[in-house]
């Protein structure tokens, strides 16, 4: 516990915006994670203010090291409780995002496929190929956007094509990827982020405990000693003693 002298402390880069504004492709997804990035700059302040808050205290000589160190406490504590609400709010926001995105790059393609003699036949052409050879086939198809041939293999079930379930769902992700790269790259920046916030959420603790300059269990035990040095300062009512 350190609380008195000059304060010497800077908020961790780990809560500046720019960890999540910096995300390539970042101004493309902004209307799905700027409220992220509106978290951690709320955290990089409140921690700035603690820090401010203990500067000013320590210059007020009328208060004991104790007092400084709970006023200081609670108001980390007023920012901690306001910002728990903010992650949460934006990790709950993140995660139904990437979540049906996911289900979106994920969607069977069977409206896709259509109907036809076409489609039969390069899905039995992919079948009598060997496995390798099926697998060019498909990525070949998919890297050089013919959704003619991917769509007739993946809109199908997958054995019609030679293809496992696990083949079959990796090539049907990638070929909505291709077809539709604003999305993909949508959630990697929404991926990003939230993986920024989940870095930030522990740094932030750390910073305003280190802002307060006393562990949580310092400040618990300060507080418990006031408070029952307080208690003991209550007038009591006393019944007289019969004599």
Same mark, same amino acid.
């Given at each position: ?13 780990? /809560? ?27 955290? @990089? ?9 203990? #500067? ?9 090291? @104790? ?37 979106? /790059? ?5 409206? #896709? ?9 390069? @899905? ?12 060019? /086939? /498909? ?27 696990i083949e079959h769902k990796h090539f049907t992700r990638q070929y909505h990827e291709a077809t539709n790269p604003e999305m993909a790259q949508r959630l990697k920046v929404m991926q990003a982020t ?14 305003l405990e280190k802002a307060v300059g006393a562990s949580r269990r310092d400040v618990e035990r300060l507080q418990a000693a006031t408070n029952e040095a307080e208690a003991a300062l209550v007038m ?8």
């Amino acid at each position: 516990m350190a609380n008195d002298g000059e304060v010497k402390l800077t908020v961790s880069p780990t /809560l500046h915006p720019a960890n999540i504004t910096s995300i390539d492709g970042y101004e493309a997804a902004k209307g799905y994670v700027a409220d992220a990035a509106t978290v951690l700059d709320a955290s @990089r302040q409140s921690v700035a203010a603690v820090i401010e808050a203990r #500067q000013k205290l320590n210059l007020d000589e009328s208060r004991t090291p @104790r007092a400084k160190v709970l006023m200081t406490a609670q108001l980390a504590d007023k920012y901690s409780e306001k910002l728990q609400k903010q992650f949460e709010s934006s990790w709950s926001r993140l995660d139904k995002a990437i979540q049906h995105t996911e289900q979106e /790059l994920s969607q069977p393609l069977q409206q #896709q496929a259509g109907a036809g003699t076409v489609n039969g036949e390069i @899905r039995a052409h992919a079948k009598a190929l060997s496995r390798d050879d099926r697998v060019k /086939l /498909l990525t070949v198809a998919i890297e050089s956007g013919d959704i003619t041939t991917a769509g007739a293999i993946l809109g199908a079930p997958p054995y019609l094509s030679g293809l496992s379930d696990i083949e079959h769902k990796h090539f049907t992700r990638q070929y909505h990827e291709a077809t539709n790269p604003e999305m993909a790259q949508r959630l990697k920046v929404m991926q990003a982020t939230r993986e920024k916030l989940q870095r930030a959420h522990p740094a932030l603790l750390q910073e305003l405990e280190k802002a307060v300059g006393a562990s949580r269990r310092d400040v618990e035990r300060l507080q418990a000693a006031t408070n029952e040095a307080e208690a003991a300062l209550v007038m009591k009512d006393f019944n007289p003693a019969e004599h």
